[in-house]
């Protein structure tokens, strides 16, 4: 199995509590839930993984099929978010790094449609807001979300 650098990192770290609640939980009952794989590459799992290496323990995988590596972290994104124990610094990180992927994909297959609505229907469809969607994915207003997105492009030792 292979641990991604780029992968692993969109992931954010447990408090030390929450490692050593885990690492317990795997040395008494064993890894229950299993670690999901795309091919080689582990996309979810990785504390859980460390510490079966660590200990020897046994663990299951499940696979995933993504497109290209834009899927694959748009999954991670989604997968994140429903954690409990997120900030809304921790869903704001993810809801752009998600977005990120959602344009990178979209300008891909931007000349792919052949259900182009005609003009004068365009009038009549409310305007596609990404910045909308993805901030009511993570429970969070547009304007929060675009602060949190104008401060990490421009004021990345402030984000950090």
Not at 137 to 146: D, E, P, Q, R, Y
Request: glycine share 8%; charged share 30%; proline share 3%.
């Amino acid at each position: 199995m292979t641990v991604d650098p780029e992968f692993k990192a969109l992931i954010p770290p447990l408090s030390e509590d929450e490692y050593r609640g885990l690492e317990a939980s795997i040395v008494a009952e064993g890894c229950r839930d299993a670690l999901v794989v795309w091919g080689d590459i582990l996309i979810d799992g990785h504390n859980r993984y460390e510490i079966c290496q660590r200990h020897g323990i046994e663990y299951r995988t499940v696979g995933k099929e993504f497109e290209g590596r834009h899927e694959a972290r748009i999954w991670i994104f989604d997968n994140q978010l429903g954690r409990r124990n997120l900030t809304d610094a921790w869903k704001a990180e993810l809801a752009l790094g998600r977005k990120a992927d959602l344009l990178e994909i979209g300008k891909a297959t931007q000349g792919e449609r052949t259900d182009l609505l005609s003009l004068n229907d365009k009038r009549l469809e409310p305007g596609h807001n990404t910045q909308k969607e993805i901030a009511d994915s993570i429970g969070m207003s547009t304007g929060k979300l675009a602060q949190a997105e104008y401060v990490k492009e421009r004021a990345p030792e402030v984000w950090e």
